[in-house]
């Protein structure tokens, strides 16, 4: 049985879409000539807002549609897409979406697809909405956001820019445009999301891989980022999410049903998505 849109998933989506919109004209350049109420009230100054927030749902909204579709595909009962708003000016006005399965996983195959299938899509979102940004940014469409602070590029944002500068582009301001700010935001909740821990897509995609062997490499690389606390806050915090979420996996009710090749070329591409996209230090102190 099919999960249907629910008017829960219509509200969480509408309170979400104006959040982000909100945070979209925060890095508007014209931002210094609203007071706040105006930008929260006036639908003149929202659509400033609108390049940033469509851009950045359809990414985050691409890659739950991918696992909806690897979910259904193997018979598991998932819900629509549940975005979730985020207060602006302290989170980019979002914290994500995630679908709800409702039914048991029946293999490893199944859990491989489903897992695989939403980096995957979210990462050809990134892709298209990094190039749109980019053509527009070379016909004129610059609108640049400073926050003090310049950004590390993931290794597909400076591949993808390689012919266009002549030269790999490590560093740049946050950023040209809000299509290339959502692109940089993207491949980022891309890479994080594969880090092979706990029921992250990454440890889904280990489950599926290596059951056995799951808890250990996720304790492992939990443990790993604590010890880089050092280098970088977000480590820390991270690592403690990940203790809090707890580490372990539920088995399928089949795990015994050995992967086919196709799904250890899904876990492969999507090894190559953690490094195409995660930078672990995007921001320059």
């Not at 207060?87 to 491989?112: E, H, N, Q, W, Y």
Request: proline share 7%.
């Amino acid at each position: 049985m099919r999960e249907k849109v629910r008017t829960i998933h219509i509200i969480l989506f509408i309170v979400t879409f104006y959040c982000v919109t909100v945070m979209g004209v925060f890095f508007h350049p014209d931002y210094g000539d609203y007071d706040v109420s105006l930008m929260l009230t006036s639908p003149k100054v929202l659509l400033k807002g609108l390049p940033f927030s469509i851009s950045l749902l359809f990414i985050i909204g691409i890659h739950e549609i991918g696992h909806l579709i690897g979910a259904r595909k193997n018979g598991i009962v998932a819900t629509m897409p549940y975005f979730l708003p985020g207060p602006p000016f302290i989170t980019l006005g979002t914290f994500g979406a995630f679908i709800k399965v409702k039914s048991p996983i029946g293999d490893r195959r199944s859990l491989m697809d489903m897992a695989s299938y939403g980096p995957i899509f979210g990462f050809l979102g990134c892709i298209l909405t990094m190039y749109y940004g980019i053509f527009l940014h070379f016909n004129g469409y610059q609108n640049p956001f400073d926050f003090g602070v310049n950004v590390r590029l993931p290794l597909i944002m400076a591949l993808a820019q390689y012919p266009i500068v002549g030269g790999l582009k490590s560093q740049t301001i946050f950023f040209e445009n809000p299509f290339l700010a959502s692109a940089f935001i993207g491949f980022f909740i891309q890479g994080l999301n594969l880090l092979f821990v706990g029921q992250l897509d990454g440890g889904h995609i280990l489950y599926a891989l290596f059951p056995k062997a799951h808890k250990t490499i996720g304790t492992i690389i939990t443990i790993f980022l604590l010890l880089l606390s050092p280098f970088g806050l977000q480590f820390f915090v991270w690592a403690i999410i990940f203790f809090l979420l707890g580490i372990k996996h539920p088995p399928t009710l089949n795990d015994y049903v050995p992967l086919t090749k196709k799904e250890i070329l899904l876990g492969i591409a999507c090894l190559l998505i953690f490094v195409f996209s995660f930078h672990p230090l995007p921001f320059v102190d």
